[in-house]
């Protein structure tokens, strides 16, 4: 994996991913996750509406789409934490609809998580270890057989330190998880991920609350998964990150796939700009989301500068009404 110090080298997109017109529910030329009508509700709300969904396989693909659109509910689907009311959908050409998460993850598709209270009180290498898959210590027989795991445990904390090295977390190996600042967590969310070797990684909004000197390290990892031959699906409000790691866009409103397509056509899309990115297509959109203060998104964003020139904009509007007869 590349260092943190390094400056961002740009790296080369995937292309040539979809067959045909890039329309809502394209196919893919090797898909990695395919779905086919996925519907979620929760009393009388439709959450989740999915006709025909294709991830691409070795590319990293973001899901995009305002808030209550559907992004985590579809992820929680596909992950084996929630039951669709109907749907299927397969994972390197195996159907995994119905699965638990936990069987989902052995197969190889495994997704992030928030470090939670319980995980913040294990050590920062306690939270790796979890992240292996198939211990041996777990089985009734083998526990019985104290050699075949402590050799199997050592294999998983040699790998995890591995990992740690590489995330620049080495140092913090026997500090508490809750000790980490935001963007070391993320760090951590993604290594832990990444100790049950997946072929694909589901990650939720990987950039939330990270502060932006550990932004360019992360994104740097996110790169390095897919040149280490593993496929990326992510959630992300932030259009520039989007834009700077995607290969491809998938964007959801109101529960349903609206748009796909490459980043910069995306982003061009009419549909896409009047429903989710409207005149704030500059914006970070934690930003247009309220998620966060324009004081606080991407510094290298104009977001302060569009927030305050749709103000004036406003006010000049207002200052014509009142000066209209
Ligand atoms: N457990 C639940 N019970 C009831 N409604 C839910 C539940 N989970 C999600 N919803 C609703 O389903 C819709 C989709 O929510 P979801 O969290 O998947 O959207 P999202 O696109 O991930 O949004 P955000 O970007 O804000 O995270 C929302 O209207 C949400 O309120």
Do not use: C
């Amino acid at each position: 994996m590349s260092s943190d110090s390094s400056p961002l080298v740009a790296r080369a997109k995937s292309t040539g991913l979809h067959i045909g017109d890039a329309v809502p529910g394209v196919a893919k030329t090797d898909p990695i996750l395919i779905a086919d009508g996925v519907r979620r509700t929760f009393g009388g709300l439709t959450a989740v509406d999915v006709d025909h969904l294709e991830i691409p396989k070795g590319a990293i693909t973001a899901l995009i789409g305002p808030n209550g659109a559907g992004k985590t509910t579809l992820f929680n689907l596909l992950t084996g934490f929630d039951k669709p009311d109907q749907g299927t959908w397969t994972f390197s050409g195996t159907s995994i609809s119905g699965v638990p998460a936990f069987k989902v993850a052995r197969l190889g598709q495994v997704r992030t998580f928030q470090l939670t209270k319980a995980l913040g009180l294990l050590t920062v290498l306690d939270n790796m270890k979890l992240g292996a898959k198939g211990q041996r210590g777990e089985g009734f027989f083998s526990a019985l057989f104290p050699a075949l795991w402590r050799k199997q445990d050592t294999e998983i904390e040699e790998r995890a330190l591995v990992l740690l090295e590489k995330f620049k977390l080495d140092t913090k190996k026997d500090d508490y998880a809750a000790s980490l600042s935001g963007g070391q967590r993320k760090l951590l969310e993604m290594a832990r991920a990444l100790m049950s070797q997946p072929s694909l990684v589901m990650l939720d909004e990987p950039m939330a609350g990270v502060n932006p000197a550990l932004t360019q390290s992360l994104l740097e990892h996110i790169l390095d998964l897919k040149d280490l031959g593993m496929t990326v699906l992510f959630v992300e409000h932030d259009m520039h990150v989007v834009r700077h790691i995607a290969d491809w866009v998938v964007v959801m409103a109101e529960g349903k796939i609206v748009a796909e397509g490459d980043p910069t056509t995306v982003m061009k899309n009419p549909a896409v700009v009047d429903a989710y990115l409207g005149a704030h297509q500059e914006l970070d959109l934690g930003v247009v989301t309220g998620r966060y203060h324009p004081d606080e998104a991407d510094p290298t964003t104009d977001a302060k500068a569009s927030v305050s020139a749709d103000a004036e904009a406003i006010a000049a509007a207002g200052a014509e009404e009142e000066g209209a007869p």
